[in-house]
């Protein structure tokens, strides 16, 4: 079984790596553990605040009421650009590698100082005060990384969404934060595609008194409509303002920003990260689980307009002085080899991507990595679902030569930075497994019932104990959903939606969201653990099993499959065969698929998530739309009359 492979830190990279063994490791997790406010305090000093705090955690606080660092002053803007602008002005702080290959920008530690100045004041003018909230909708230029610091640095609140989605989804953002201000682009450029931005804008603010300003960078130079009174192009704006800006220091618990969840399982939250906490915990985080360091270039692929992008484009590696890429374009353009031409041509030492971006590129083979060096390699990274260990194995083997960690990392919105990865230096891996606890971290399993289950070899509920750091503080404008949502269904601690397994070795194994947990026969059955089983097959690209009501097992198993085109001309049933044998052989007849659908295409998210729910309803034959919950955050809503269609026929 996978559970017993056990890939060890190369060793030549653990040599010299921040944390070299499993016993430092251990050492250090106990004392995070045992005294939190030592070890989090150690932490803290390397972030600089204007007053420092009077307690690093709340030690009365009740489950849900979380606040660290009281009392403490600081600003992120400040720990981000000026303090290392005043030491190192030189030094990139974000390599900007546009659409078009092998086209680059540099913006030092000095431009970008001078860059969120002009912006901050840009708002300042635009009547942004601190705690206002301000909507960016930007594509993946250095503006957006400037309006967030730009925000953070006068105490406004900023509430990114992700430039991809619709105009209703954009409006009921706007409308739920009650931004005032939104900063837009004429376009944005994703591959080949032009993305249009400000048509969106227009029409998701129409309407809207409460929006007074739309600040709009031009990033093609695409005719757009301007409403006078109300847009304005940000080039003129910023030209108007001087580079100084005053900084607001904020208090700890003061609100840096609302970001909204991928909605994989539900309607979207509005989680509100505070300032203290979340900057402690995104560079903490960053620099032990990436080894970060003075000189890394950091190269984390995904959009600022996800939590991944907040806490390690943006804030983790520009608190710790590191260089950040922001990378404006797509895995695969103009073709799969992008992310090793972007790493080779900028030196990357650090990738960080997604399960969904790497199973894309391993569809494409090897020799698209292996056109480009990637010496500069030190770690590479994932994050967003589970990994099939197959796609692990190939990053691991292909990628990084074997000459570099890959750290699986579990994490979600809520939790503000990663909470279960290995450190590189000083874990070994297994494959699909997100492995141990950060410090500070308590993960518990919970069974339906609410036993915390002890000891190893079992599975269930993920859920945490305690608090964080980076944990969330509300849902915005809503506390009750956030104590509803994530304190009630096991009291006294925070409960992430997430199913778990426990290894013998205490290793810990996302099974899926607990929706997708599947009850077979009594059996409790990983939809992960049957998709990587499915994607080990040479056939296929990318599955997804849901479960469905089944009258003699309970629940039946509903796999959607995406084959390789080579083997189209295969007979289905056929496939299918080899498909639920090849389940059958990797994990047990139990898990033999009852049904296999293959598909074109899966509903995913705008972050690359598939979507179970709707293929839940699905494979329940349930086909009314109006039963597929919010699909706002759809990337390709016409997959699903394709599944539905396919589904309706077979
Ligand atoms: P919503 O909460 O609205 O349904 P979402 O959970 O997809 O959206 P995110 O906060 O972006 O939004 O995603 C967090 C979730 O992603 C986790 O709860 C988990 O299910 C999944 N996930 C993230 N990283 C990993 C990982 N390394 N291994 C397995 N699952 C992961
Ligand atoms: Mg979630």
Not at 564 to 581: C, M, T, V
Request: net charge negative; with cysteine.
């Amino acid at each position: 079984m996978s559970e017993s492979i056990l890939v060890p830190p190369p060793p030549a990279f653990a040599q010299g790596a921040l944390v070299t063994s499993y016993a430092a490791y251990e050492a250090l997790y106990r004392r995070s553990i045992d005294e939190p406010a030592g070890f989090w305090g150690e932490e803290a000093a390397r972030i600089a605040w204007h007053r420092p705090y009077d307690a690093v955690c709340d030690a009365h606080a009740r489950p849900g009421e979380i606040a660290w660092f009281t009392g403490g002053r600081l600003n992120v803007s400040y720990n981000c650009v000026d303090r290392h602008a005043a030491v190192t002005p030189d030094r990139p702080a974000i390599l900007w590698a546009r659409n078009e290959p092998g086209e680059y920008e540099t913006i030092t530690f000095r431009d970008l100082q001078e860059r969120v100045g002009r912006f901050a004041n840009v708002l300042r003018a635009h009547g942004v005060k601190k705690g206002d909230r301000v909507c960016i909708y930007l594509p993946m230029i250095p503006e957006l990384a400037c309006a967030m610091l730009a925000c953070a640095r006068i105490g406004a609140v900023h509430s990114v969404v992700f430039a991809g989605f619709s105009a209703d989804a954009l409006r009921e953002r706007i409308l739920d934060a009650d931004c005032a201000v939104v900063i837009t682009a004429d376009e944005g450029l994703r591959g080949a595609k032009r993305v249009p931005l400000k048509p969106v804008v227009d029409a998701a603010v129409a309407g809207l008194e409460s929006v007074r300003s739309v600040l709009v960078a031009r990033r093609t130079g695409a005719a757009v409509q301007m409403v006078p009174g109300r847009d304005l192009w940000l080039a003129d704006e910023l030209a108007r303002q001087r580079a100084t800006c005053p900084i607001e220091w904020v208090d700890s618990e003061d609100p840096l920003f609302v970001l909204y969840t991928s909605g994989s399982t539900g309607k979207p939250k509005g989680v509100l990260h505070t300032t203290g906490g979340y900057l402690v915990y995104a560079a903490t985080t960053h620099r032990y689980v990436f080894d970060a360091r003075e000189g890394d270039i950091h190269f984390c692929a995904a959009d600022a307009g996800w939590i991944t992008g907040h806490s390690y484009i943006v804030y983790g590696p520009l608190a710790n002085g590191v260089t950040t890429v922001m990378f404006e374009s797509i895995p695969t353009y103009p073709d799969a080899g992008r992310y090793w031409q972007v790493v080779d041509d900028l030196r990357a030492t650090i990738v960080y991507t997604a399960p969904t971006a790497l199973r894309a590129l391993l569809r494409e083979g090897d020799e698209p990595v292996r056109k480009y060096r990637r010496d500069s390699i030190r770690v590479l990274g994932t994050v967003g679902e589970p990994i099939n260990p197959d796609v692990w194995r190939w990053y691991f083997d292909v990628v990084g030569d074997g000459r570099c960690p890959v750290v699986d990392t579990w994490w979600q919105t809520e939790t503000g930075g990663i909470l279960i990865a290995p450190l590189p230096g000083a874990i070994a891996c297994k494959p699909g497994s997100a492995t141990l606890p950060f410090f500070g971290v308590r993960p518990l399993l919970i069974d339906d019932d609410g036993k915390v289950l002890e000891g190893n070899d079992v599975a269930g509920n993920l859920c945490l104990a305690g608090s964080w750091p980076g944990q969330a503080r509300t849902i915005y404008g809503d506390h009750a959903r956030f104590l509803a949502t994530y304190f009630s269904r096991f009291p006294g601690y925070y409960f992430t939606g997430d199913g778990c397994r426990r290894d013998a070795d205490g290793y810990y194994w996302i099974t899926g969201r607990v929706d997708d947990v599947l009850n077979v026969a009594g059996h409790r059955l990983g939809t992960a653990e049957i998709e990587s089983a499915l994607v080990a097959h040479e056939a296929v690209v990318e599955a997804a099993v849901v479960g469905f009501p089944h009258s003699l097992k309970g629940q039946g198993i509903c796999a959607y499959v995406i084959t390789r085109p080579e083997f189209d001309a295969w007979d289905r049933e056929e496939l299918a065969g080899a498909l639920k044998e090849q389940v059958r052989k990797a994990i047990s007849p139990i898990a033999t698929p009852d049904r296999i659908l293959l598909v074109r295409g899966l509903p995913k998210t705008r972050s690359g998530k598939i979507m179970r729910r709707i293929l839940r309803r699905i494979a329940a034959g349930d086909f009314d739309p109006s039963g597929f919950g919010d699909t706002s955050t759809l990337a390709e809503p016409a997959v699903v009359d394709e599944i539905v269609a396919l589904a309706r026929g077979g």
